[in-house]
């Protein structure tokens, strides 16, 4: 069985392409999968619904980190 896509976005950045994908599993709950894709390969990373406030915290943070640079 396919996991259902809900949204999808892809950004363009140079030589690499990004897509955000939101999905739902089997059962029932969403997950975040971030995926980078350059010519050579492709990277993926998987974000499960009850620790995606977690995820977005340390993001939030760490990108407040770069600015400080």
């Known amino acids: 069985m396919e996991k259902e ?8 950045a140079g030589k690499r ?3 955000f ?6 059962d029932g709950t969403a997950y975040l999968v971030i995926t980078e894709q350059t010519e050579e390969r492709r990277n ?3 974000v499960f619904e009850d620790r995606l406030e977690d995820f977005l915290s340390a993001l939030q943070e760490a990108v407040g980190r770069m600015k400080e640079v």
């Not at 994908?21 to 089997?26: A, I, L, P």
Request: avoid cysteine; hydrophobic fraction near 30%; glycine fraction near 4%.
């Open 5 to 12: 896509r809900l949204y999808s976005k892809r950004l363009n």
């Open 17 to 19: 392409t990004y897509f």
């Open 21 to 26: 994908d939101v999905k739902k599993g089997r």
């Open 44 to 46: 993926s990373l998987m």
